[in-house]
């Protein structure tokens, strides 16, 4: 699913002023810039590099947790293998311990391109399984080799919650259009709560 955030003018006034659709756009951008910049400063720990070659479980853990508690917009973060396999999370949820995520669209775009990737809209295969836009990170040896991947996962709920807050100019609001693979409008999410 896609993600699109734009504002919403209800007069025709404020549709011909393109500028005034630029804040809530902008802000949304730069959030989302700032948690890939917060993601990735944790993949670069040399410690955490250090704990994933070394399966150190406890202290990629501790790593994880710093992640998800020091920012408000993430809920949770995980770590996979080169090839998928997501071996380390916080919080904690056995479940999908061992769990191959090649398959997921953030796997191929990480894995591609070596460089971070911001997923579109999926709903998390953890429990309480929310929708979510995850970012995913390279995390890398000392020679630049890829160990694994860190994914940081951030909720729609979250989002909105966020998006409430973002005020666009006068008679203006925002919207959150989530649209499927084939760029229709995606049925009405489960936490989401309608405008």
């Excluded at 790593?63 to 995980?78: C, I």
């Excluded at 191929?108 to 809209?121: D, K, N």
């Excluded at 970012?135 to 160990?147: E, K, M, S």
């Excluded at 909105?160 to 666009?168: F, G, I, N, Y």
Aim: glycine share 6%.
């Amino acid at each position: 699913m896609n993600l699109l955030i734009l504002p919403a003018f209800h007069h025709e006034a404020n549709r011909r002023a393109t500028c005034r659709y630029c804040p809530p756009a902008n802000a949304a951008r730069e959030h989302f810039e700032g948690l890939t910049r917060y993601v990735e400063s944790f993949a670069r720990r040399p410690l955490l590099a250090a704990f994933v070659q070394s399966k150190n479980t406890e202290g990629i853990r501790a790593h994880l947790k710093d992640l998800v508690t020091q920012h408000g917009s993430l809920d949770r973060a995980f770590i996979t293998d080169p090839r998928g396999r997501l071996w380390y999370d916080y919080p904690h949820a056995p479940e999908v311990i061992g769990q191959d995520f090649s398959f997921r669209d953030w796997y191929r775009g990480v894995s591609g391109t070596q460089t971070t990737y911001v997923f579109e809209v999926y709903q998390r295969a953890a429990p309480p399984q929310p929708y979510l836009v995850a970012i995913a990170t390279p995390i890398r040896n000392a020679r630049q080799q890829p160990l694994g991947y860190l994914v940081a996962q951030h909720t729609l709920a979250t989002l909105t919650d966020w998006l409430a807050e973002v005020r666009p100019s006068r008679g203006g609001a925002v919207a959150l259009i989530v649209r499927d693979q084939g760029r229709r409008p995606a049925p009405a999410l489960p936490g989401i709560r309608p405008a």
